[in-house]
């Protein structure tokens, strides 16, 4: 057994050898901070690591907190933010209060280590007597900036609600409030209660959706300001959350009118009012499609195939009962009932809207224009890493493969040498450069098959458009011409809402950013040709003109 006593004779405690190793763990059984807490044997101090091997008798001494200049405080203070574990210890074995801070309006160790997410700092503080109460709300502040293993340390050391918030705004509010989904997740699970709001009435559940909605509207908002583009969201749009709801949906047909953009939402369990601000609807059932078209046709389709909304009953849910408690066969008769007709409806519609949404948009300039499809299109060039790999590794393997077939082609002074064999090494040099370039086009036109032949089956390239796009295969020296039909839907989108301008000559940005992001490509393959070919076969030009003269041609074709 290992027994404890104080000076004065009492006993403080009797333990086992197997509970105690050490005399950092005995410290740890005795009720004080080991900080304070010194234990003797035979009138030495034991340190923290040394290890018991036979029972003893030991003297507990309890030291008072030392006193501290300001100036220590700040120097703690210090050390604690920048996470020194060591030097902390150090400070708090003089042993110094953890609780004192450097003057009246400034905040304890424990809020510093708490900001600063210094776990281990935060976990010797705590040993040391810290407190974790609302005096200087280290818990709060660990929520609000997402500190989330300072919020379980802090938990665990019995850190509760925070009443003395000067905005009544405890840790579960902020926490929700900033987005911090693991944190908010801590204090449900420690007790703290959802239903509890802030000063203005809000809360957390609130303030979370809140949240959402802003942020969505922030980024949409920001992203307006570029090129019109197509937008995304997908968020929920009941309960709480349906006022928001309503004010972004509201903005965001703004935006769509002011800027020409496509928003896309996919929304869940919208209200009434929400419901009725899209122009479109979309309904699928089981992966196929349901209804597509304007909004207000939905109730009135519905209604002629004796499908009616009851007065005073939401579309949004009628319609998704609808989907749910019907059989296939009878949402498929339905369906054959009424698609054509909408599809008719909203076809006179979009011709009659077109010309005013056409006159009405704002174009971008020139520059602006330029420098997003520029930016596009190279990081769609970066982004497909099989063609980026292939259009480096395939003109390198098959110019080397070339170069060793034409092995010293190019030396005058062989010989075997004919006019003949150095033209074919050349002119397979040219061939090797030429399928380089086409490799992402190639590695790209099996994922769009299906693409390709729906669009082939229903005429839309028209007979001189598939003559060209057969040529172009077979050339494979046309890498713009190839690519152009994959892009054609979105060409034509972001030409009718004047992303590129009106008139042939908006459509000079789109050509011209492609070209500016194949020329880099092109004096790229030509130079990896040259050098795979150029030594091997014997060549004896000037090898910046072969490179040069191949770039050209490649840039006529």
């Given amino acids: 057994m290992l027994r404890v006593w104080k000076a004065s004779g009492e006993e403080v405690a009797s333990i086992p050898m197997e509970e105690a190793r050490t005399v950092r763990l005995l410290k740890q059984l005795c009720g004080v901070s080991r900080f304070r807490q010194r234990l003797l044997f035979e009138s030495q101090n034991l340190e923290d690591d040394f290890s018991f091997t036979v029972p003893v008798d030991l003297q507990l001494l309890v030291l008072p907190f030392c006193s501290t200049r300001i100036e220590e405080v700040e120097e703690f203070v210090d050390l604690v933010a920048h996470g020194q574990v060591e030097e ?60 989330v293993e300072v919020v379980r340390v802090l938990l665990e050391a019995g850190a509760r609600h925070e009443a003395e918030d000067p905005d009544d705004n405890e840790a579960l509010c902020a926490a929700s409030e900033h987005g911090h989904l693991e944190v908010v997740r801590l204090l449900l699970g420690a007790g703290f209660d959802k239903h509890i709001p802030n000063r203005s009435g809000k809360t957390p559940s609130e303030l979370a959706a809140k949240r959402v909605w802003h942020q969505a509207l922030k980024s949409l908002l920001f992203a307006s300001r570029a090129v019109p583009m197509t937008m995304k969201i997908v968020a929920a749009a009941a309960g709480a959350m349906a006022f928001q709801a309503q004010n972004v949906i509201q903005k965001l047909r703004d935006l769509a009118a002011k800027e020409g953009c496509n928003v896309l939402c996919t ?59 019907e059989s296939d066969t009878s949402l498929e008769l339905m369906h054959s009932k009424f698609a054509w007709k909408v599809a008719e409806e909203d076809d006179e519609l979009v011709t009659r809207e077109k010309s005013r949404i056409i006159a009405q948009g704002r174009t971008a300039g020139f520059c602006l224009q330029l420098w997003s499809l520029t930016k596009r299109e190279a990081q769609g060039v970066w982004r497909n890493v099989p063609g980026l790999v292939a259009s480096v590794v395939m003109p390198a393997v098959l110019n080397l493969l070339f170069a060793l077939i034409f092995f010293q082609v190019g030396d005058v002074n062989a010989a075997d040498y004919t006019e003949m064999a150095h033209f074919g090494g050349l002119f397979q040099v040219a061939i090797g450069g030429i399928f380089g370039i086409a490799q992402p086009l190639l590695l790209r036109f099996p994922m769009d098959r299906g693409i390709f032949l729906r669009e082939y089956a229903t005429q839309t390239y028209g007979p001189l458009h598939r003559s060209v796009a057969i040529g172009g295969i077979f050339g494979i020296a046309q890498p713009l011409l190839l690519r152009f039909p994959m892009d054609r839907g979105i060409f034509l989108r972001e030409y009718a809402t004047q992303t590129y301008g009106a008139g042939f000559s908006g459509a000079v940005p789109y050509f011209l950013s492609k070209t500016l992001v194949e020329l880099p490509q092109s004096l790229l393959n030509a130079t990896i040709c040259w050098t795979s070919a150029y030594w091997l076969m014997g060549l004896h030009g000037n090898f910046l003109f072969f490179v040069l003269i191949f770039w050209l041609r490649l840039l006529r074709c």
């Fill in 88 to 147: 902390v210890e150090e400070v708090l074995q003089r042993p110094q209060d953890p609780n004192l801070k450097p003057g009246t309006y400034f905040q304890r160790p424990i809020w510093f280590a708490a900001v600063s997410d210094k776990v281990d700092v935060l976990r010797l503080l705590l040993e040391a007597g810290a407190e974790v109460g609302p005096r200087d709300r280290p818990l709060l502040a660990a929520a609000e900036v997402g500190r």
């Fill in 267 to 325: 929304i869940h369990q919208p209200s009434s009012e929400v419901f009725h601000l899209f122009n479109k609807v979309m309904l699928l059932h089981a992966g196929r499609l349901f209804f597509f078209g304007m909004v207000h046709n939905l109730s009135r389709e519905l209604a002629g195939v004796g499908h009616a909304c009851p007065a005073e009953y939401n579309l949004a849910d009628h319609v998704m009962f609808l989907l749910q408690k």
